[in-house]
C-alpha cells in the first residue's frame, strides 16, 4: 500500500468513527431525555403541586404539554396557557389590560418596541438565568433589543412555501417565484397563515417593494396583488395550517416552517421550496408583563427551556428554527434532515427580518382585510 493509499484509508477510518461516535452522542441524550421525563413519573420523586402558578400567553402549538407537565413535576409549578393567533390579537389582548392577567408572553421582534413604549412589559433578570450560554450568540443583542433587556429568544419562524409534489404535479403548477401562487390553476388550494405582515409582505416582495414599508402609497398598492391571489386561498390558519397540507386538501401552503416540518414528518409529498424572493423570518421571545404577578416562576420557567434536553423535546414535537447550541448539537436526524424544520442557514440569511412599521400597521390591516372580505 502507499503513502497516498494509506492516509486515505487512515482518513476514512477516522471519519467512520467519528459518524459512530456522533450516533453513540445522540442516543445517550436521547436516554437522558427519556430519564428527566420517566423517572420523577415512576419512582414518585417530583415534588407535589405548590399552589404556585404560572400564567403564559402563547403562540398556539408552540410548547408541548409534557413540558409544562415536566416543570411543574420538578418546581410544582403549574402553567396555565392561553394562546392567540397573531401578534395583533395578543397585542389588543395586553393593551385592553391582559398584562394583569399573564406573566410570561411569546412577543414577535417586531412587536417588542411598542410593548416597551406602552409599558406592557418589563426588564428580566438575566442573571438568574443559568442557560443563558446555551443560546445561540447570533439571536443576541438585535436591534429590537441591543441589550436583551426585555426579551430572551426562544425560536424563530421563517415563512415558507411548502407544496404537495404529486398535487402540484396534478395542476401542472410549478413554484419559483411568488408570482406563481397566482397561477389560476391553484384556484382554492391554498392554505396561508392568517398573518397580516406576511401575506401583505409576500404582496410587497413580488412587486419588488421593501416588505417593512412605511410608504401609504407602496402598501396600498399591494391590494391588486392580493386580490388575485384570494381565489386561491382555501384557509387562512395560523392555528395549525399543517393539517390541510398533510391531509392532501391542499397543493400548496404558505405557512410558517414549523407547520411545514410537521407535515412532511407525516406526509412524504410535502416538500419546501424557495423562492427567487426571499423568504421573511421573525424571532419570538419570551417578554414578561409588567404587572407580572410571578416573576420568580416566570424566569425559572425560561432557564428551564433553554436546558438542551429540554428544548430538544420542543424542537421533537414543534419543529421551529432553533436558537439554542447546546440543544441543536443533540437533535436526531429526523429534525436535522427535514427541509421544513432545520432550514438552510443561506435561507435564513437571505431571509428578511419582519421590521417594526409604527402606525403603518394600519394600512396593512386595511388591505389585508379588504383582500380577505373580496
Known amino acids: 500500500m502507499d503513502r497516498d493509499s494509506f492516509l486515505t484509508s487512515v482518513h476514512n477510518a477516522a471519519a467512520e468513527r467519528e459518524q459512530e461516535e456522533d450516533k453513540m452522542k445522540r442516543k445517550i441524550a436521547a436516554l437522558l431525555i427519556m430519564t428527566l421525563l420517566c423517572v420523577p413519573a415512576l419512582a414518585g420523586c417530583g415534588k407535589k403541586d405548590s399552589g404556585e402558578k404560572l ?35 395578543m397585542l389588543a389582548k395586553l393593551t385592553a389590560g391582559g398584562s394583569d392577567q399573564y406573566d410570561l408572553v411569546m412577543a414577535s421582534n417586531y412587536v417588542v418596541e411598542a410593548m416597551v413604549e406602552q409599558d406592557l412589559i418589563q426588564p428580566i433578570h438575566k442573571e438568574n438565568l443559568e442557560n443563558l450560554g446555551n443560546i445561540s450568540p447570533a439571536a443576541l443583542g438585535l436591534e429590537f433589543d441591543p441589550d436583551n433587556t426585555y426579551t430572551i429568544p426562544f425560536m424563530s419562524t421563517i415563512t415558507v412555501i411548502a407544496v404537495n409534489k404529486e398535487k402540484c404535479r396534478e395542476l401542472g ?39 417593512n414599508s412605511r410608504d401609504q402609497a407602496v402598501i396600498e398598492a399591494s391590494l391588486p396583488w392580493l386580490l388575485q391571489l384570494q381565489p386561491n386561498i382555501k384557509a387562512y390558519d395560523s392555528d395549525s395550517p399543517k393539517t390541510l397540507l398533510a391531509a392532501n386538501d391542499v397543493a400548496v401552503g404558505i405557512v410558517y416552517n414549523t407547520d411545514a416540518g410537521m407535515a412532511i414528518k407525516e406526509n412524504p409529498d410535502i416538500d419546501v421550496v424557495f423562492t427567487e424572493e426571499p423568504c421573511q423570518i421573525s424571532m419570538d421571545n419570551f417578554v414578561m408583563t409588567a404587572n407580572a404577578q410571578n416573576v420568580e416562576n416566570a424566569e425559572k420557567f425560561i432557564d428551564f427551556i433553554h436546558r438542551p434536553e429540554i428544548y430538544k423535546l420542543i424542537l421533537d414535537e414543534f419543529p421551529s428554527v432553533c436558537h439554542n447550541d447546546a440543544a441543536l448539537a443533540i437533535m436526531d436526524e429526523e429534525y436535522l434532515n427535514n427541509p421544513g424544520s432545520n432550514v438552510e442557514a443561506s435561507e435564513i440569511e437571505r431571509a428578511t427580518l419582519i421590521g417594526e412599521v409604527g402606525d403603518a400597521v394600519t394600512w396593512y390591516d386595511e388591505v389585508f382585510t379588504k383582500m380577505k372580505t373580496n
Open 55 to 89: 400564567y403564559v400567553y402563547n403562540w398556539t402549538e408552540y410548547i408541548p404539554q409534557n413540558v409544562y407537565d415536566a416543570f411543574e413535576e420538578e418546581t410544582g409549578i403549574k402553567v396555565i396557557e392561553s394562546t392567540f393567533s397573531s401578534n395583533e390579537e
Open 173 to 211: 403548477v410549478e413554484i419559483h417565484t411568488f408570482d406563481d401562487l397566482l397561477n389560476p390553476a391553484l384556484e382554492n388550494n391554498i392554505v396561508a397563515v392568517d398573518d397580516v405582515r406576511e401575506i401583505v409582505g409576500i404582496a410587497l416582495k413580488a412587486q419588488g417593494q421593501d416588505s
